[in-house]
């Protein structure tokens, strides 16, 4: 069964806006992850956040956890037209990743 | 560095056929896993290996058998395909367990 599920299931944005997708999860957790995958190929990790942080950031990317509502935020900032594509969040909770069901990203120019 | 490789990309099988998809990775990765992609899904877990010399059930393991040839390589194999086989199929690996999974670019799998 999955885990994650994220929040919307899709998203089209204008480049240059933000974009914020969001991701809960029903068990506790070591850590939670996000990946990108474009159309037709694999996935890409982004960032990982432990159970015990808070908010991690890395380039344009910002990320949330609460352990408290058992939720996770994917921030976007600038977007571009290269970020069109699905986001899954991934929670592993005995060392093995649990994956929801995405969410597509459009970016327009 | 070639990461993550997966033979063959594509593949047409029939009802019954049998089939074995490899994987294998450069990176000197302990872990690797076999997934499946459907369509509003996301990815879920066939089986997959902690460590060399060992393999354990995922989510949705039925129908399917691995085999860890070697650190480098992890192969699934379908004995009797059926057509709920019909999917997106990714290898991972990944230096600890459950952290930062590296994945190959998939095997499109259609059973006829």
């Known amino acids: 069964s999955q885990q994650g599920e994220e929040d919307p299931q899709a998203l089209s944005i204008q480049e240059g806006e933000n974009a914020t997708m969001n991701c809960s999860y029903k068990?506790?957790?070591?850590?939670l992850q996000w990946y990108r995958q474009n159309s037709g190929r694999g996935l890409v990790h982004l960032i990982l956040?432990?159970?015990?942080?808070r908010e991690k950031h890395s380039g344009r990317l910002r990320v949330t956890l609460d352990t408290s509502k058992k939720s996770s935020s994917l921030l976007i900032t600038a977007s571009r037209a290269a970020d069109t594509a699905s986001y899954f969040c991934?929670?592993?909770?005995?060392?093995?990743?649990?994956f929801g069901a995405g969410t597509t990203v459009t970016v327009r120019a | 560095n070639a990461g993550v490789t997966q033979t063959p990309k594509f593949q047409v099988l029939k009802t019954g056929q049998s089939m074995t998809l490899q994987c294998a990775q450069d990176?000197?990765?302990?872990?690797m896993y076999w997934y499946r992609q459907d369509p509003g899904m996301g990815l879920r877990l066939i089986y997959y290996?902690?460590?060399?010399?060992?393999?354990d059930k995922g989510e949705v393991p039925n129908g399917y058998n691995v085999s860890r040839l070697n650190k480098r390589e992890f192969s699934l194999r379908l004995e009797s395909a059926a057509p709920s086989q019909t999917s997106v199929y990714f290898c991972?690996?990944?230096?600890?367990?459950?952290?930062?999974?590296?994945f190959g670019p998939g095997t499109r799998l259609t059973v006829t």
């Open positions: 991934a929670t592993d909770a005995s060392y093995k990743l649990s």
């Open positions: 990176m000197n990765h302990n872990s």
């Open positions: 956040i432990r159970s015990n942080e």
């Open positions: 991972a690996s990944s230096g600890i367990q459950g952290v930062e999974q590296y």
């Open positions: 068990t506790s957790i070591n850590n």
């Open positions: 290996s902690a460590s060399e010399g060992t393999t």
